[in-house]
């Protein structure tokens, strides 16, 4: 996991082939004025989803992990905490990895929260359990995935 802030992203480019490109798109939009959806950035490699909805409790976030994309994950507006755990300390899926939305979802409570305002992003790799969209009144956040 890594947490910074957009204006940061370069130190990051040498990560992953793809995080240049994934940064300078978000780097190049008016992110305030992106509509909720979601769009490709690079066929096959990289799409962004827009969201913006109310934050919800971190008992009802979804605690969930990927195996064939990193999240690229920046706050627009609004203020979000998330959950973390390593991966290999999860021990209770709710189902199945499901393959075809490449994620799992998880019973487990994340082993700790961080708290990020817009302009900043954390990038989630497969090794990485997470519970996004924690907090109150509405968040605008991108995510960006990455294929792996």
Do not use: C
Not at 40 to 46: F, K, Q
Not at 101 to 125: C, H, W
């Amino acid at each position: 996991m890594i947490i910074d802030s957009i204006a940061n992203a370069d130190k990051y480019f040498s990560v992953h082939p793809s995080f240049a490109k994934a940064f300078e798109f978000l780097r190049s939009q008016d992110l305030n004025a992106l509509e909720p959806g979601k769009s490709v950035i690079e066929e096959g490699s990289l799409t962004l989803a827009v969201s913006d909805k109310p934050g919800v409790t971190a008992d009802a976030a979804k605690f969930e992990a990927h195996d064939k994309a990193i999240d690229i994950q920046v706050v627009i507006s609004g203020t979000e905490t998330m959950g973390w755990s390593d991966r290999s300390t999860t021990n209770s899926p709710v189902a199945e990895y499901n393959a075809e939305k490449d994620v799992i979802f998880f019973n487990d409570k994340p082993q700790m929260y961080f708290t990020l305002e817009a302009g900043q992003f954390v990038i989630f790799f497969p090794e990485d359990a997470h519970a996004p969209m924690i907090g109150e009144g509405n968040i605008k956040k991108g995510v960006v995935k990455v294929k792996i």
